[in-house]
């Protein structure tokens, strides 16, 4: 399956086979409240003491590259993805291997780590006594106020990468974003693969062969 690419449909389905917007947006939902108990955790340990953020901080990459980058890897998918019915594969068809699972997050995480670093700059900058006695949410507020150019560049980048992601998804038929370019993934209806698989590894007919190099133009 190395030369080819998924159908952008399969004879006798109805609708698309890709997962769109709202199946992603659905699954990033479900990703943020499976998540939850582990970040009121660190809120509550960063909320104790100036010095909790120093304690939070790798064990996040390791959580944020586990859920992302591993799970994707060895299933296909975030357990949201999962449970909404929903992939990830490579254009050819195959599952995704380390190198696909990697790409798609570097973007994601090299701004997760980012974010965390202003933080920990901010933090070294900051005042303990007094931001001790703040409350957690204007603790926040204080830390990027020491920081405002680079807090401010972490905001744009993120909303650029964010605004970039989603209109990139809206405008092609096999609903991809830009990761998915990066890493040559597509995300699938679970309930197709099968399918897509049998359709992708079938022998060529005039018909096939005219749609591959119509794919290829798409």
Avoid: C
Avoid at 75 to 99: A, C, F, M, Q
Avoid at 161 to 169: A, D, I, K, M, N
């Amino acid at each position: 399956m190395t030369d080819k690419k998924t159908p952008l449909k399969i004879p006798g389905t109805f609708g698309s086979i890709y997962a769109g917007f709202w199946s992603r947006l659905g699954a990033a939902l479900l990703d943020t409240l499976i998540l939850l108990p582990y970040s009121a955790l660190v809120v509550y340990i960063n909320s104790l003491s100036i010095y909790g953020h120093y304690f939070t901080f790798v064990p996040g990459i390791i959580v944020h590259v586990w859920f992302n980058i591993y799970l994707v890897k060895k299933y296909g998918g975030t357990p949201g993805k999962l449970l909404l019915g929903i992939k990830i594969i490579k254009l050819d068809g195959n599952d995704v291997t380390w190198r696909e699972a990697f790409l798609r997050q570097v973007v994601t995480l090299a701004m997760s780590v980012f974010g965390s670093l202003i933080t920990l700059y901010g933090l070294s900058l900051a005042d303990p006594e007094y931001y001790d006695s703040l409350g957690w949410l204007y603790k926040q507020q204080y830390i990027m106020g020491l920081i405002p150019v680079l807090s401010t560049i972490f905001v744009w980048t993120n909303n650029i990468w964010v605004y970039s992601e989603l209109f990139v998804l809206l405008f092609n038929k096999r609903k991809r974003a830009i990761h998915d370019f990066m890493a040559n993934t597509v995300i699938v209806k679970t309930r197709y693969l099968k399918k897509i698989r049998e359709v992708m590894n079938a022998e060529p007919t005039p018909s096939t062969e005219n749609t591959n190099e119509q794919d290829v133009r798409e």
